[in-house]
Nanobody, 128 residues
Framework: QVHLVESGGGLVQPGDSLTLSCEAS????????VGWFRQAPGKEREFVSG????????EYADSVKGRFIITRDNGANMAYLRLNSLQPEDTAVYYC?????????????????????WGQGTQVTVSS
């Protein structure tokens, strides 16, 4: 059973940066695609970014493209999401998730139902 723990959230001002971390245990992390999602109060969970097992193929929501950067360190069983130029609309609980264990996958899925394992989330609040 895979276990995910996110960390790195906090209260920041507009324009600030944060790095979220996702630590995985209990499975072969290096073969899973990783997705980051977020959920703001009263809104549905939305895709933010994803990265395939090889760390080469990445995908971003239009709202964060050019500001957020996703990376992974398979040797450390870690995934990261660097959040730059944060804005109030980025305020949400951020979740990391692992997708289907399949190295033949060539496209990052944006659908939450395609992800099997989820962390507990970390709160990011952007406010002046």
């Amino acid at each position: 059973q895979v276990h995910l723990v996110e960390s790195g959230g906090g209260l920041v001002q507009p324009g600030d940066s944060l790095t979220l971390s996702c630590e995985a245990s209990g499975g072969v992390f290096k073969y899973y695609p990783v997705g980051w999602f977020r959920q703001a109060p009263g809104k549905e969970r939305e895709f933010v970014s994803g990265i395939l097992w090889n760390g080469v193929v990445t995908e971003y929501a239009d709202s964060v493209k050019g500001r957020f950067i996703i990376t992974r360190d398979n040797g450390a069983n870690m995934a990261y999401l660097r959040l730059n130029s944060l804005q109030p609309e980025d305020t949400a609980v951020y979740y990391c998730a692992l997708g289907k264990l399949d190295r033949t996958i060539t496209i990052v899925s944006r659908r939450p139902e395609q992800y099997s394992y989820w962390g507990q989330g970390t709160q990011v609040t952007v406010s002046s």
